[in-house]
């Protein structure tokens, strides 16, 4: 059974461009949240998706979006980059109506902004 | 993060017991969490517990919760070496909310 799978591992972008990172979540899972790590901290949550829609979002700007899909898998998107985006990606999934015993966390994909 | 806080580094000799502690600022929270992270790696979900309880227990691993004093600790017996990596404390302060709020981490590191 395959766990949370995120594409790409790693991502090198020049600051100002965009960006899109992907995400298949837990089978049995349908809700998918993402999280920023940045060097030496923990996880900060971005925002969350449930039935294709955004749910919750944390103090993150606009220029982070997200969709999705039907099969529940999900992309993050970045716009406009910035060097301060630099930091692990982290994917996380859980079933909507039991999320309480902990979420299934992918093994993120690291951005750097040039 | 800030709001929950936890010591940056812990070192302990193999075999020995490693305590991780943690504390939170957040009277409503009521889903208390932790996650391991090794290098280069995502995280992993060791444990979990609930307000409404004092202490549980999973094979090597302790938790202990002090609502009291909103302190939670992660105790590890007879600690390995491949229990080096980062574990982070995190809560969930409104169930309504579902988002997981994480402490800096505790790098332990387990010297043979």
């Known amino acids: 059974d395959a766990g949370v799978t995120q594409s790409p591992t790693h991502l090198i972008k020049t600051r100002g461009q965009q960006v899109t990172l992907r995400c298949s979540p837990k089978s049995g899972h349908d809700t998918v949240s993402w999280y920023q790590q940045a060097l030496g901290q923990g996880p900060q949550f971005i925002f969350q998706?449930?039935?294709?829609?955004?749910?919750q979002r944390g103090n993150f700007p606009d220029r982070f979006s997200g969709h999705q899909f039907p099969n529940y898998s999900s992309e993050l998107n970045v716009n406009a980059l910035l060097l301060g985006d630099s930091a692990l990606y982290l994917c996380a999934s859980s079933p909507w109506d039991s999320p309480l015993h902990g979420y299934t966390f992918g093994s993120g994909t690291r951005l750097t902004v040039v | 993060g800030e709001d929950v806080e936890q010591s940056l580094f812990l070192s302990v000799r193999e075999g020995d017991s490693s305590v991780i502690n943690c504390t939170y600022t957040?009277?409503?929270?009521?889903?208390l969490y932790w996650y391991k992270q090794e290098p280069g790696a995502g995280l992993q979900l060791l444990t979990y517990i609930f307000s409404n309880m004092d202490m549980k227990q999973d094979q090597r691993l302790t938790v202990l919760l002090n609502k009291k004093d909103k302190h939670l600790s992660l105790r590890i017996a007879d600690t390995q070496t491949g229990d080096s990596a980062i574990y982070f404390c995190a809560e969930i302060r409104d169930t309504g909310r579902r988002a997981l709020t994480f402490g800096s981490g505790t790098r332990l590191q387990v010297q043979p």
């Open positions: 957040d009277s409503s929270s009521t889903y």
């Open positions: 998706y449930y039935e294709e829609e955004e749910r």
